[in-house]
């Protein structure tokens, strides 16, 4: 444990990555109470994307997360027990098909652009702004095809990126 300031930080293992997919009703506060649970077990949530479902009356969360598979037992029994979730699982590469989505604008020079548009090709990426000195190329795959292609474009100067979080779906006829 580090202290600052006479705060105690938990230092939790960056080893072990999860996949949480919850399904709550679609109401205000739902989100504000669940990451109260994460918060007072001192996890971290690296990734969030919530949506509507195909029902309005319910949302679809999926929260990527980092730390002790021990303790996270704990959590998804914790987030299951509150009053607007329907339900909460953790999903595996084996179970379930998980994506992610990045933006990355770059400056590009005319004689740059045909070896960045390969780039994008070798990652099945679109470009969706191109202007004489700079390009945006969307890229979407699970999180290792992200990281390699960001690695990849850090030959240019890239200006910024926006990346999503994970959205996870099970496969087969199980519930996500």
Do not use: W
């Not at 006479?6 to 999860?18: E, K, N, Y």
């Not at 509150?82 to 400056?107: P, Q, R």
């Not at 470009?127 to 004489?132: G, S």
């Amino acid at each position: 444990m580090i202290t600052t300031t006479d705060t105690p930080v938990v230092i939790l293992p960056t080893g072990s990555v999860h996949t949480l997919s919850i399904l709550v009703n679609n109401e205000p506060g739902v989100l504000m109470r669940i990451c109260q649970v994460f918060s007072r077990r001192a996890f971290n949530i690296d990734s969030l994307v919530v949506s509507q479902g195909r029902d309005a009356r319910f949302s679809r969360m999926t929260i990527g997360i980092s730390g002790d598979s021990a303790r996270l037992n704990q959590i998804i029994m914790q987030v299951g027990k509150l009053i607007d979730v329907i339900h909460c699982f953790e999903h595996t590469s084996n179970d379930s098909v998980t994506k992610e989505m990045i933006l990355i604008k770059l400056l590009c020079k005319t004689e740059e652009r045909s070896a960045a548009l390969q780039i994008t090709e070798h990652f099945s990426g679109k470009t969706v702004d191109l202007t004489p000195s700079s390009m945006v190329v969307m890229i979407t795959g699970d999180s290792p095809k992200i990281d390699a292609a960001v690695a990849m474009f850090s030959q240019y100067e890239i200006i910024e990126t926006v990346r999503t979080g994970k959205v996870v779906m099970a496969r087969g006829e199980l519930a996500t």
